[in-house]
Each structure stands twice: as C-alpha cells, then as structure tokens.
C-alpha cells in the first residue's frame, strides 16, 4: 500500500477517539463518497443507500480502536462497509437484482472499480486504488473491462447507468451522523486547534534534563 504525504487521517483519527465530532465528520466527508461507490456495487439502481451509509459510518464510529494502521484508515473503511454488506445478505457472490443488466454481467470487483471510478474518482482524496488495496494495474484493468461490457450493450439499451447521488447527499449523511453523536467532552481540543509537535531532538533534552534533575533531588543528602 501507500503511504501518502500529508494525509491528515491519522489527527483526525486520534481526535475523534478521544470524542472530536469535529474531527469525526471531518473523516465522514472525506471517505463518504468510496463507501457510497463501495455500497452501490451490490445495491445498484436501489434505494437505501443513504440508510446503509449511516449505519456503515456509525458501525465505524463504534471500532476507531481498532483501527491499527491510522495512515490506511481509508481501508478501514472499506473493510468495514464489506463487512456490513456481507452481513446484510448482501455477499459477493449475490448478483444485484436491480440495475442495469450489463451490470449484471460483471464481478463485484468490476462493479465496485467501475463504481469508484464514476462516483468517487474526483472527490476521493486517494487514488481510488487505494481503496481496493491494489494496485493501479489491477484497478485499470478492472474497471476498463467493466467499461467494455458496458459499451458493447449500450446499443441494445442496456448501457444505462444508474442515477448518482445529488449535491445533497453527503450534507445529509452528516447531519444523520451528528443526530448519533454525543456532545465533545469540554475541556478536549479539537484537531484544528492541536498544539505543534515538539521536535524530536528537543524532547530528548528535555527527558535528560527532567531526568537528572529527579535523580538530584532522589539523591541529595
């Protein structure tokens, strides 16, 4: 996987383990637009997607300590909403009901790059690669074959594309979320307002120097 520069999910991750909603939702807009593509792969043309996000985002909610690799919480996330989809009955090797019929045709990991492409391809602050844990490669290939099943029964009027969601979207699934959220404990600094790091060599004098100043005091007579 990637390490990418400047991700801010690891801050945001610690603060909203500590109770920021700030920060929570902050990681909710973020990641909303993956795990929507993710959802609509096994619901295509479906209503409910905005019910499954909500629950999908408050199952997350409830297992931040779980979360081991804060760089890849974008995985998490992922993770987390096949899990639920799983659970739901929605399993991989369930053919979507609704939807397009070319649609049909393809494997759930053609639907879900196809799906990341168009839904969340420019909103997305990763490659959408990353969301699928794979690489590039696989990602082109899959959604180009996607593409092409598409295109070959466009002609026949199967090639339609289910309706996306509208501006509104992830405005709604905040506010679904902030409704579960309990207030920000007072006294708790936000990720916006964290204090700046103190360099590493700094704090390493700043041991020394505590230190021998205890052992001066422990040892004096």
């Given amino acids: 996987m990637l390490t990418l520069p400047d991700n801010p999910d690891p801050i945001l991750l610690r603060s909203a383990r500590q109770g920021d909603r700030e920060a929570w939702l902050a990681l909710v807009v973020r990641h909303a637009p993956a795990v929507r593509a993710t959802i609509e792969a ?9 019910d499954v ?7 997350m909610h409830g297992q931040l300590f779980l979360v081991s690799e804060p760089n890849w919480f974008h995985l998490f996330c992922i993770r987390t909403t ?25 494997s759930l990991g053609q639907r879900e790059a196809w799906l990341l492409h168009e839904r969340a ?5 990763f490659p959408v690669a990353e969301y699928l844990g794979i690489r590039p490669e696989a990602y082109e290939a899959r959604w180009q074959s996607a ?17 996306g969601p509208d501006a509104s979207f992830t405005g709604k699934l905040q506010a679904a979320l902030a409704e579960k959220l309990p207030p920000t404990p007072a006294g708790s600094r936000s990720w916006t307002r964290k204090l700046p790091a103190v360099p590493a060599g700094l704090a390493f004098l700043l041991v020394l120097a505590f230190s021998a100043l205890l052992a001066a005091l422990l040892f004096q007579r």
């Fill in 121 to 125: 391809e420019k909103e997305a602050p």
């Fill in 147 to 163: 593409e092409d099943t598409r295109r070959k029964v466009e002609s026949k009027g199967l090639g339609t594309v289910p309706p």
């Fill in 53 to 59: 996000c909500v629950e999908v985002f408050d199952r």
């Fill in 42 to 50: 096994r619901m295509p043309g479906e209503e409910g997607i905005l």
């Fill in 82 to 106: 096949q899990a639920h989809l799983d659970q739901m009955g929605r399993r991989p090797e369930r053919v979507p009901e609704q939807g397009p019929e070319w649609m049909r045709r393809l």
